[in-house]
């Protein structure tokens, strides 16, 4: 099936810093979507981007989906102890009507 | 209103036995989700149901899985002489329309084969 690949898989922010995680498509996507899992809980919907070059923010957090449509990220700043857990992207691609989710980005916080 | 809800929350099953999950989607979502997340890893696809239309069953990995849903209300997922390698959380969300909306995940059953 179709893919959705992301990076990196771990990544340990000093409190305060910035961090990005990245999402990749091979095709074209009609729209990428963001959740978070924390841990042991269930995914929860961030964000949902449709448009190319398409940038949203929620406070600390900035959403891009690319200008091909084919990649997304998501940008942190000045990380906090909340922002632990998992973040997927999951992307729906053209003539598909289920959601392709990424490996997922396992963000640890260190105070 | 209500949240999806998903149950039991946890079963420990032996090999071999049969398992039944339930799914309770948002009242008012017509598209319904099943996905399996092992532990430490991503969403894995399962199938989804979309009102009166055929379901998907693109991602169920064997003829041991087969899944239910009557209209848009509950599902259920079953799992026929389980493996060990079934022991996974099993996720389901609802969404108000198959594809391009946010999907709204429940707690999930976590599924121990011993």
């Known amino acids: 099936g179709q893919q959705v690949m992301q990076i990196p898989q771990y990544q340990h922010v000093q409190e305060g810093e910035d961090f990005t995680t990245y999402c990749n498509s091979s095709?074209?996507?009609?729209?990428i979507q963001w959740y978070k899992q924390r841990p042991g809980g269930h995914p929860v919907f961030l964000i949902q981007?449709?448009?190319?070059?398409e940038v949203k923010k929620q406070k600390r957090l900035t959403f891009q989906f690319g200008e091909a449509k084919k990649n997304s990220s998501l940008h942190i700043t000045a990380t906090q102890t909340t922002d632990v857990g998992t973040y997927f992207c999951a992307g729906l691609h053209a003539n598909d009507y289920k959601l392709s989710f990424g490996a997922g980005t396992t963000v640890t916080v260190r105070a | 209103g209500a949240g999806v809800s998903q149950s039991p929350s946890n079963k420990v099953t032996e090999k071999g036995k049969d398992v039944e999950l339930r799914c309770d989607p948002i009242s008012g979502h017509t598209a319904l989700y099943w996905y399996r997340q092992r532990l430490g890893q991503g969403l894995e696809f399962l199938i989804y149901?979309?009102?009166?239309?055929?379901?998907?069953k693109s991602g169920l990995p064997s003829d041991r899985f087969s899944a239910e849903r009557t209209g848009e209300s509950v599902s259920t997922l079953t799992i026929q002489r389980t493996q060990q390698e079934d022991s996974a959380v099993y996720l389901c969300?609802?969404?108000?329309?198959?594809?391009?909306?946010?999907?709204?995940f429940g707690p999930g059953t976590r599924l121990t084969v011993l």
């Open positions: 981007l449709v448009k190319s070059g």
């Open positions: 149901f979309q009102g009166n239309s055929a379901p998907d």
């Open positions: 095709t074209t996507l009609s729209n």
């Open positions: 969300a609802s969404s108000l329309v198959l594809a391009g909306n946010e999907q709204f």
